[in-house]
């Protein structure tokens, strides 16, 4: 009950703010792993912008290969219900290692109050307030615990990230993009 009830609250969220579009767009990045095409092992959904799915690979040869299975790829996903009308292919670096230690995130009585001045303009039932705080002053701590772990900030987008470079993945993505153009 408690769950459907959070379920409903963020629905109308999504509703009222008018991002329930932008969500159900963003979906097939969340689901790849269960609805990729066959034959797409090793690719990377990004993000999706306009109905066009930005997908990332490791090299050249499996772009050429997916190029010439675009069209099918395309009419596959749409079977599923994605409402895509393009792929664009982008080479993505490696992943990084993960760190050598873990992480130890500790929140902080200063993340809890940052957090509450970030929603205190923002009408929530009280239940998914306390949440959202505690979720808001978990990602602020998580943040300063990679920046010690040796992480970075991106000079672009200010995401905090493990890597070489001083721009994180997406937007190398976005740079190479933007030369395409």
Same mark, same amino acid.
């Given at each position: 009950?408690?769950?459907?009830?959070?379920?409903?609250?963020?629905?109308?969220?999504?509703?009222?703010?008018?991002?329930?579009?932008?969500?159900?767009?963003?979906?097939?990045?969340?689901?790849?792993?269960?609805?990729?095409?066959?034959?797409?092992?090793?690719?990377?959904?990004?993000?999706?912008?306009?109905?066009?799915?930005?997908?990332?690979?490791?090299?050249?040869?499996?772009?050429?290969?997916? @190029?010439?299975?675009?069209? @099918?790829?395309?009419?596959?996903?749409?079977?599923?219900?994605?409402?895509?009308?393009?792929?664009?292919?982008?080479?993505?670096?490696?992943?990084?290692?993960?760190?050598?230690?873990?992480?130890?995130?500790?929140?902080?009585?200063?993340?809890? @109050?940052?957090?509450?001045?970030?929603?205190?303009?923002?009408?929530?039932?009280?239940?998914?307030?306390?949440?959202?705080?505690?979720?808001?002053?978990?990602?602020?701590?998580?943040?300063?615990?990679?920046?010690?772990?040796?992480?970075?900030?991106?000079? @672009?987008?200010?995401?905090?990230?493990?890597?070489?470079?001083?721009?994180?993945?997406?937007?190398?993505?976005?740079?190479?993009?933007?030369?395409?153009?």
């Amino acid at each position: 009950m408690i769950i459907e009830d959070l379920w409903k609250t963020l629905e109308r969220l999504l509703q009222r703010y008018g991002l329930e579009g932008k969500l159900r767009e963003q979906l097939i990045v969340v689901e790849w792993n269960a609805e990729a095409p066959v034959g797409t092992q090793g690719t990377k959904p990004l993000y999706v912008k306009d109905r066009v799915l930005y997908l990332g690979v490791r090299n050249h040869v499996i772009v050429q290969e997916l @190029s010439l299975r675009k069209e @099918s790829l395309i009419r596959g996903l749409r079977e599923k219900g994605y409402e895509i009308e393009d792929i664009r292919f982008q080479i993505i670096p490696p992943d990084s290692p993960p760190p050598q230690l873990p992480l130890v995130v500790e929140v902080t009585t200063e993340d809890e @109050s940052w957090a509450q001045r970030v929603l205190e303009d923002i009408e929530l039932p009280e239940g998914l307030r306390k949440r959202m705080i505690a979720f808001l002053a978990t990602a602020r701590a998580r943040e300063r615990a990679m920046l010690a772990a040796g992480a970075q900030k991106c000079h @672009s987008c200010g995401a905090v990230f493990f890597g070489e470079g001083d721009c994180c993945p997406i937007c190398l993505v976005e740079a190479g993009k933007s030369h395409e153009d």
